[in-house]
């Protein structure tokens, strides 16, 4: 199947600092991302629509200016936590669009997940 | 906000078929059933999705019912390596909303 890649697969930053993660599709051009948070024993919460080339679509209650996100390309979409707190510690993960010509619809492909601790 | 609902929990046992269901009752005409799987502190692994028709892959298989208001899918021989959380997702633009999905575990 297809591959999306994160990185890095965890990351420990100060408290105050920026943290950006990267989302990569290896195979494919992914015009449409999707950044998701998941805490401890709980579900994947969707923070946000990544488009290539405009702005990112962020749900009620997501701060866009601390959870920046850029899709500069068809293949990378980034997203940098800025000023990190310890309530900002997540397991953040992101996932990619893609067009299968058998269905005529699009599927999403998950990446492996960003492990953030926030000290 | 997920649209979806699953049992919590569910066991099954090595090499017997695991059976989980889904309830999607407000499923709107162009929504699609997709099934994804997250073993622990990974990304979810997509398994299967389907329109109206039931599907079949080499991961499992999806039944939808005629009405389309629920779903089941079918892991044929569940194996140790299968015991995971399973999400049960309507969606039609990819936006996955995730519901809390079924704990499967599958014991020897």
């Known amino acids: 199947g297809a591959v999306v890649s994160q990185h890095p697969s965890w990351v420990i930053c100060k408290s105050g600092t920026s943290v950006k993660i990267e989302c990569r599709s290896l195979?494919?051009?992914?015009?449409?991302m999707f950044w998701y948070r998941q805490f401890p024993k709980q579900s994947l919460m969707l923070m946000a629509t990544?488009?290539?080339?405009?702005?990112?679509?962020?749900e009620q209650g997501v701060e866009k200016d601390k959870f920046l996100i850029n899709h500069a390309s068809l293949t990378l979409s980034t997203l940098t936590v800025t000023s990190a707190h310890p309530e900002d510690s997540s397991f953040y993960i992101c996932?990619?669009?893609?067009?299968?010509?058998?269905?005529?619809?699009?599927?999403?492909?998950f990446g492996q997940g960003t492990r953030l601790t926030v000290v | 906000d997920a649209k979806t609902t699953q049992p919590p929990s569910m066991d099954c046992a090595e090499g017997r078929a695991a059976n989980l269901p889904c309830n999607h009752s407000?499923?709107?005409?162009?929504?699609?059933v997709y099934w994804y799987r997250q073993i622990h502190s990974q990304g979810p692994q997509y398994i299967i999705h389907?329109?109206?028709n039931n599907e079949t892959n080499e991961m499992a298989s999806l039944i939808i019912t005629e009405d389309r208001k629920s779903s089941t899918l079918i892991l044929p021989h569940a194996t140790l390596r299968d015991t995971a959380v399973y999400y049960c997702?309507?969606?039609?633009?990819?936006?996955?909303?995730f519901g809390a999905g079924t704990r499967l575990t599958v014991k020897p």
């Open positions: 996932s990619a669009e893609i067009t299968t010509f058998s269905y005529m619809n699009t599927e999403a492909f």
């Open positions: 407000t499923i709107s005409g162009n929504e699609y």
């Open positions: 195979d494919f051009q992914a015009t449409t």
């Open positions: 997702i309507v969606s039609y633009n990819n936006d996955m909303r």
């Open positions: 389907g329109l109206k």
């Open positions: 990544s488009n290539e080339g405009s702005k990112a679509t962020y």
